[in-house]
């Protein structure tokens, strides 16, 4: 298992707006590509000297192969409607994490 981080630091100017758009649009447009069991959205404590508000965004695929389907058939589009709508008011990283262990009580 794989988790596609996506870590956004958006500007406090549209926050609201892009909150909303990422829970009502993006975060389902990315889990109806068929490619992500499941995501989950965190806040991040830790203030930035820059400013701005950061999340983490964590997708979960089942291995390589349907991450790579995703990035040669989906990325593009799903990326650009936010840096059009958003255009200069966030910067964005990508890693991908392998799941080792996971522990449930």
Request: aromatic content about 10%; glycine content about 4%; hydrophobic content about 35%.
């Amino acid at each position: 298992m794989l988790i596609y981080n996506v870590t956004i630091n958006i500007d406090e100017s549209v926050h609201e707006e892009w909150l909303s758009w990422m829970k009502d649009k993006h975060i389902p447009d990315m889990l109806a590509t068929g490619k992500f069991s499941h995501a989950k959205m965190t806040k991040v404590l830790i203030e930035e000297e820059m400013g701005g508000i950061t999340y983490s965004v964590q997708y979960t695929t089942k291995d390589r192969k349907t991450l790579d389907s995703y990035y040669k058939d989906n990325a593009e589009q799903m990326r650009s409607e936010g840096q059009k709508r958003f255009a200069n008011k966030f910067v964005a990283f990508r890693t991908e994490l392998e799941v080792v262990s996971q522990q449930i009580p």
